[in-house]
C-alpha cells in the first residue's frame, strides 16, 4: 500500500482528459518517427559505410520500443512532483554528466558515452530535458526584471552547458543556448539584453580559442566551413578536411524535386556519407525525397514547436507554461540547428534530428520531453499567476 501510495505521488491518470489532450502533436510526432524509421530502413539495404557504419534498421527499431514508453511516462508525471523535485532531476543530470569524464567511453575524439547493457546512455541529451525543467522551476517565481535575478538562471543553464562542450559535444552545447535565450524571453527577459548576452556567449568563443582551449580538430571544422563555402575549395578538399561537406551537398544536390526513391539514394548504395542515419539523415531525406519531401519534413518540425509554443501560451500555470515552451524550443532549436550544418550554414557538428534519426539516448530524452510537454499542456486547472494573462 505504501509502494502504491508512493507512486501515485509521482504517477497519475487524473490529471489527463482526453479531450484536453494535444493529440495533434502526438499525431505529428508519430509521423515523423515512422517517417524517420522508413528511411532508416531504407539506409538498411543498401552499402555499409566506412564513416557511417552499417546501418542496421532491426537495432533502431528495438531502440524505439525500448525508450517508446517515456511518452507515457512523461505524460503521467504530476506537475507538482516534477515542481517540487526539479533541483533533484537537475542534479542527477549533472551527475551523469560529472560520470561521463570519469567511466565514460571515447569515440571519434569525444568522450560521452556511458555503456549499459542494452545501449550506450548519453547523458548529455537527458541533460536537454532536466534543464529545461530546472530552468522553468527557477524562472517560475523570477521574471528577470533585476541583475540579481540573473544570476541563478545563468548557473542553472551555465554548468551543464561547461560540461556538455568539454567532452566535447558542441552540437549539444549549441542547443542548449537557443533553449536558454528562448525560456529567458519567455520568462520576460527584454530582447536587448538577451542579444548583449549571446554578444558574450560569442565573445567568450573568441578567448577560449585564443587561449587555446578549442581543440585543432574543432577549429579545422570552421576553418573548413569558412573556405569551402567557395565551389572550387569544396570540389578540392573533398578527399581531405571537406568530405562530409561535399558528400553532404552532393546527396542532397541529387535528390533535385521528387527525389530518387527510398533506398535509391547515393547515401544508400554506396555508404560514402557519414552519419548518414543519425546526423545527416536530413540530407538522406533530401536525396530520397526531393525538395518536396525535405521541405515536408521541415514543415512538420515546424508545426509541431509551433503548436507546443502555442499551447503554453495558453497555460495559466507559469511553471507549466514554461516547460512546454521550453520542449517546444527544444525542438526548433534542433531542427535549425541540424539542418543548418548539413546544408553548410554552420560548422559541421554531431546533432540528432529528434524522431528521427537512429540514436537510443536521443530517442529517450525526446520521447520523454515531449510526453512530459504533452501531459502539463493538459494540465488546465485554474490556477493564476500574476502574469497569467501577459502576452508573450
Request: glycine fraction near 10%; charge should be positive; include cysteine.
Amino acid at each position: 500500500m505504501k509502494s502504491r501510495a508512493s507512486l501515485a505521488r509521482v504517477l497519475s491518470t487524473h490529471h489527463l482528459r482526453p479531450s484536453e489532450l494535444d493529440w495533434h502533436v502526438l499525431v505529428i510526432a508519430m509521423v515523423l518517427l515512422a517517417s524517420g524509421m522508413m528511411f532508416v530502413h531504407g539506409l538498411s539495404t543498401g552499402a555499409a559505410g566506412e564513416f557511417g557504419g552499417d546501418v542496421s534498421y532491426l537495432a533502431h527499431r528495438q531502440k524505439v520500443f525500448l525508450t517508446a514508453p517515456a511518452v507515457v511516462f512523461g505524460l503521467l508525471l504530476r506537475r507538482e512532483w516534477v515542481r517540487r523535485n526539479a533541483g533533484w532531476i537537475y542534479g542527477a543530470s549533472i551527475l551523469l554528466l560529472v560520470a561521463v569524464y570519469l567511466v565514460g567511453e571515447e569515440r571519434n575524439n569525444a568522450q560521452r558515452w556511458i555503456q549499459l547493457p542494452r545501449f550506450d546512455l548519453q547523458p548529455s541529451e537527458l541533460a536537454k530535458v532536466a534543464m529545461i525543467v530546472a530552468l522553468a522551476r527557477v524562472l517560475s517565481r523570477n521574471r528577470m526584471a533585476l541583475a540579481r535575478q540573473w544570476i541563478l538562471p545563468l548557473a542553472v543553464a551555465g554548468l551543464p552547458l561547461v560540461l556538455v562542450a568539454g567532452q566535447p559535444d558542441l552540437g549539444t552545447a549549441m542547443t542548449l543556448v537557443p533553449v536558454t535565450v528562448g525560456m529567458f524571453y519567455l520568462a520576460g527577459a527584454r530582447g536587448p539584453i538577451l542579444v548583449g548576452l549571446c554578444a558574450l556567449g560569442l565573445a567568450a568563443g573568441v578567448v577560449a580559442r585564443e587561449a587555446d582551449l578549442v581543440r585543432d580538430y574543432q577549429m579545422e571544422r570552421v576553418e573548413t566551413w569558412i573556405e569551402t563555402y567557395s565551389p572550387d575549395e569544396l570540389i578540392a578538399s573533398r578527399d581531405g578536411a571537406a568530405f562530409h561537406l561535399y558528400h553532404a551537398r552532393v546527396v542532397a544536390g541529387n535528390g533535385g524535386i521528387l527525389g530518387r526513391g527510398l533506398g535509391n539514394g547515393v547515401a544508400s548504395k554506396t555508404g560514402l556519407l557519414p552519419e548518414r542515419d543519425s546526423d545527416s539523415i536530413f540530407m538522406v531525406v533530401a536525396e530520397e525525397g526531393g525538395f518536396v519531401g525535405a521541405i515536408g519534413i521541415v514543415v512538420l518540425y515546424v508545426m509541431m514547436s509551433t503548436l507546443l509554443l502555442l499551447s503554453a501560451s495558453g497555460l495559466r500555470d507559469r511553471f507549466a507554461r514554461l516547460v512546454v515552451g521550453g520542449v517546444g524550443i527544444y525542438f526548433a532549436a534542433h531542427l535549425l540547428i541540424n539542418v543548418s550544418v548539413n546544408v553548410g550554414l554552420l560548422p559541421m557538428t554531431g546533432l540528432t534530428l529528434p524522431l528521427f534519426s537512429t540514436g537510443g539516448s536521443s530517442l529517450l530524452a525526446t520521447f520523454l520531453a515531449l510526453g512530459l510537454a504533452v501531459g502539463m499542456a493538459a494540465h488546465k486547472e485554474s490556477r493564476l499567476d500574476e502574469d497569467a494573462f501577459r502576452s508573450y
